[in-house]
Structures are given as C-alpha cells and as structure tokens.
C-alpha cells in the first residue's frame, strides 16, 4: 500500500509538471503573438488623435472616447502579454540582504494614496524581522501580485491587511482580503494556471507568487470561503543560508 500510494504521488506531480510545461510554452507563444501587434496598433490611435486635435477636434467626444478605449485596451493587453512572458520564464534569483520589515512597509505605502475612500489598508508588519537573503524583485513581485488578487476580490471595498512576523525558522507573510472569497473546490485550484474566478485578467498572479517564493525554498497556502474573505499565506526560510 505504501509503495502504490508513493507511486501515485509521483504519477500526479510528473502530471502536475508535465501541464505546467504545457502551459509555459503556451504562455511563451501567447506573449510573442499578443505582443507584436500593439506597438502600431498604439502608435496609429496615438497619431489618430494628434491629427484630430491639430484640426480642430471636429469629432469631439466621439473620437475621443473611442481612441482612449483603444489606448487603455492596449495597455491591459501588453500587461496581459507581460504575465504570460513571466509565467513562461523562469527567473535566475539574484539573492541579497533584504529586510523584510522595509521591503513590505514600501509595498503597502505604495498602495495607501490610491485605496483612500475605496479600501481600508491595515499593514501590522512586525518590527525588526530577521534578514532575509532574497531577491527583492521576486519577492515584491509575489506580493504585489497578491495585492492585485486582492483588491480585485473587493470590487464594492473592503478591507486589505498585509502583515508579517516571525514563526519558527520563517518569516510568515499574510495578505488578507474581505472579498468575494472562493468555496473549497477553488481554493483547491487556486494555484492552477489554467484557473480564474476573474472575468478579466489571466489568472497567473497566483501561480507566479507561488513560483517566485518557492524558488527561494519557502512554501505558499491559502485560506478561504465563499464571501468571507481570502487570505495568502507566505512562509519563507531567513538566515545567511535561505
């Protein structure tokens, strides 16, 4: 029974790798395609409306309206072909003395102007957390990118808190939402590239948090229910040798 039930584990996680290979060199292509055509599609909208204004903005609001929906759809699909880029490569981590205290104090007070009136934002961000040897990058990278998740989860608003401390040999790193939340099937999946209970978006932010810490040997878990709320749970190994 022992040697069927490791057999088994080893079948769905050669599965599990063989589809997320799959889906890298899917993602890789879809960037490449995506991408190409943006720059004139841009540059076109862009000197449709210097022209329309140097004559006068006979078309006025009309036109107007119509290129900045061109621009802003432009901008959501090169930030659509960027994630796909980045799902499809994975990083070289570049590890360096990184507070952490620092590191999420700057994250969080990027977003406090932004979210005034519309989310409250609690940061409870321990003091004096431990050193970590991480790339900063990667490791904000994961973090904004559960912020996002986040914040998309409360589109009526709500309540963000990222907060940090010690828990034995980790520094655990929560960010946590009043949102929407998911039932336990999706919370199941919530690390799928193939998933998303977003109607817009790739559904990647999850997978490349997901990624990014568990190349610096930490691991990531979520918690959540249906209209309670979601929280992501980073726990990553400080010290000279993390």
């Not at 997320?20 to 395609?33: G, N």
């Not at 040999?169 to 999946?189: L, N, P, S």
């Amino acid at each position: 029974n022992s040697m069927a039930h490791e057999l088994e584990r080893q079948r769905a996680q050669l599965e599990h790798t063989n589809r997320l290979e799959a889906w890298a060199e899917m993602a890789r292509q879809v960037a490449h395609d995506i991408k190409n055509p943006l720059t004139p599609i841009q540059l076109s909208a862009e000197h449709l409306l210097r022209v329309h204004r140097d004559r006068g903005e006979p078309l006025s609001p009309v036109l107007n309206r119509c290129v900045d929906t061109i621009l802003n759809q432009v901008r959501l699909l090169r930030r659509i072909s960027s994630e796909f880029s980045n799902f499809a490569t994975t990083p070289t981590v570049r590890p360096e003395a990184t507070d952490p205290t620092a590191l999420l104090r700057e994250i969080v007070e990027d977003y406090r102007l932004g979210l005034e009136g519309r989310v409250a934002l609690e940061a409870a961000i321990a003091d004096g957390l431990p050193t970590m040897h991480v790339d900063r990058l990667l490791i904000g990278r994961a973090v904004t990118n559960v912020i996002e998740n986040a914040l998309q989860a409360m589109p009526a608003g709500g309540t963000l808190t990222v907060s940090a401390e010690v828990e034995g040999e980790d520094v655990a790193i929560r960010v946590r939402d009043t949102g929407v939340g998911m039932d336990a099937d999706d919370t199941a999946r919530a690390f799928d590239p193939s998933f998303s209970t977003k109607a817009a978006g790739t559904g990647l932010g999850l997978p490349i948090a997901k990624r990014n810490v568990e190349l610096h040997g930490g691991h990531v878990a979520v918690e959540s229910a249906a209209g309670q709320g979601t929280t992501v749970v980073f726990r990553l190994p400080y010290g000279a040798d993390a």
